[in-house]
């Protein structure tokens, strides 16, 4: 969408989309949908690591349940480190870029800290976790975004018709209990085992 209006801010894209799929929901609705329920899905995709793994590296379970070491050309996950070997990839940067990027304990070069690197899992982040304690504390983050959305979206059943109601509905109760649980015990089952393959 942003493609046709380069303008458009994400708050003008929500907007449009709920006005298209909800019409009978009033404009101050459509702003509270967009905080209570559309925020916390996108933010619970992330924090459960869906997608695209911790931070960019990707998570490939094998049959077994462990992960996958390579799961993309230049990611590492193992027993004592995670991240993406890209070698000598910030020097490619301006100087004032690559000093952010760089900085392991900013919380902006944080957010793609993996993508430049390979690092242990005891390495501290600026929240004062480690990245392993991270990666748990993101997953229960997650799950609690996941029922937070679920439990918003109960609000607006005055407003949605019957039918999308009941969809979206089923759908938001199942990413809550089943996919975010789901998730939950295959990140932590494969990194125990990751540990256990260090004794």
Same mark, same amino acid.
């Given at each position: ?9 994400? #708050? ?19 702003? +509270? ?10 933010? #619970?995709? +992330? ?5 695209? %793994? $911790?931070?960019?590296?990707?998570? !490939? ?12 050309? %230049? ?7 995670? %991240? ?36 242990? $899992? ?5 929240? %004062? ?7 748990? $504390? ?5 799950? #609690? =975004? =996941? ?6 979206? =109960? ?11 009941? $969809?979206? !509905? ?18 932590? !089952? ?5 540990? #256990?393959?260090?004794?």
């Amino acid at each position: 969408r942003l493609a046709w209006n380069t303008s458009a801010s994400v #708050a003008d894209v929500h907007d449009e989309w709920l006005s298209l799929t909800y019409p009978t929901m009033s404009s101050a609705e459509r702003v +509270r949908f967009a905080s209570t329920v559309l925020a916390p899905s996108e933010s #619970a995709a +992330r924090q459960l690591q869906l997608y695209h %793994g $911790y931070r960019g590296v990707w998570y !490939k379970f094998q049959e077994d349940g462990s992960l996958e070491a390579e799961p993309l050309d %230049g990611q590492h996950i193992n027993a004592t480190h995670i %991240g993406d070997d890209n070698g000598d990839v910030l020097t490619s940067y301006q100087p004032a870029a690559a000093a952010v990027y760089g900085n392991v304990s900013n919380p902006v070069g944080e957010e793609v800290l993996l993508f430049f690197r390979v690092l242990p $899992y005891y390495t501290r982040l600026s929240s %004062g976790r480690t990245i392993l304690e991270d990666i748990f $504390y993101s997953l229960s983050q997650g799950q #609690a =975004a =996941a029922t937070a959305m679920t439990t918003a979206f =109960a609000t607006f059943r005055s407003s949605i018709p019957p039918s999308p109601w009941n $969809y979206t !509905k089923a759908s938001f109760d199942y990413f809550a209990t089943v996919t975010a649980a789901e998730q939950v015990v295959a990140v932590k !089952k494969a990194f125990a085992m990751l540990n #256990a393959s260090i004794s």
